[in-house]
């Protein structure tokens, strides 16, 4: 969705406060291999900027590069379960598994990030936004801008700051109300580790504590 990154360049370009910008969704899917299936995982969109994140790691292979998603390469880091469903003992490397009706190379195995509220956080697999958007339709899913200070302690003038690019970014006039919501780590349950303390979420469009739980989890 070319607004939201849009929205994501006007954040960065805006604060000092400010060091990188993610656009990120979510979906389910089917992933298959062979004649493995795992239903119901998470199928992540990211843009270019995912890999400032100290969220992503892979423990196989590598994360994919930011020309890799800017091109819309058919690449993907899988999640731990996934992983381990799909392949058992093989080594997922280099194999192409189906994600949807799509054939996506793997080229890394995120590590391993346990469960949260009884549910798997490893159930996942993360591709390029542009991907996404050519599977799933460019509707809104949820669509999340994460967002890194440069400095855990600007946090807050971080967040007032990308309010405020928000704002000016979709023309808002000072009696209306602000159209997205904001979420800190702190609010998501502490479940990041310490390296991603002070980054937050806005979350565009209509704001539901599902999108909050489903996004996240993942993040």
């Known amino acids: 969705d070319m607004a939201t990154l849009n929205e994501a360049a006007a954040i960065r370009k805006f604060s000092d406060n400010i060091s990188a910008v993610s656009a990120e969704t979510s979906a389910g899917a089917t992933m298959s291999y062979r004649n493995e299936t795992v239903d119901g995982a998470q199928v992540q969109g990211v843009s270019p900027e995912y890999i400032n994140f100290a969220t992503y790691d892979v423990e196989l292979g590598r994360l994919i590069s ?6 819309d390469r058919p690449v993907t880091i899988i999640g731990w379960d996934v992983a381990d469903k799909l392949f058992g003992p093989i080594d997922p490397i280099d194999k192409t598994i189906s994600i949807g ?3 996506f190379r793997v080229v890394g195995v995120h590590k391993k990030k346990g469960s949260a509220f009884g549910n ?3 159930n996942f697999a993360i591709i390029s936004l542009g991907n996404f958007q050519k599977m799933f339709g460019s509707r809104m899913f949820g669509m999340q801008l994460v967002v890194k200070p440069k400095r855990p302690e600007v946090a807050k003038a971080a967040m007032d700051d990308a309010t405020v690019a ?9 009696k209306d109300p602000d159209n997205f919501g904001m979420f800190t780590s702190d609010t998501l349950l502490g479940i990041y580790e310490t390296a991603t303390k002070g980054i937050f979420a ?3 469009g209509v704001v539901g504590l599902s999108l909050v739980v489903g996004g996240i989890v993942i993040m």
């Open 101 to 103: 009706k799509v054939h």
């Open 66 to 71: 930011p020309v890799e998603i800017s091109s």
């Open 120 to 122: 798997s956080q490893d």
């Open 202 to 204: 806005v979350l565009i």
């Open 166 to 174: 928000l704002r000016v970014e979709r023309r808002l006039r000072p």
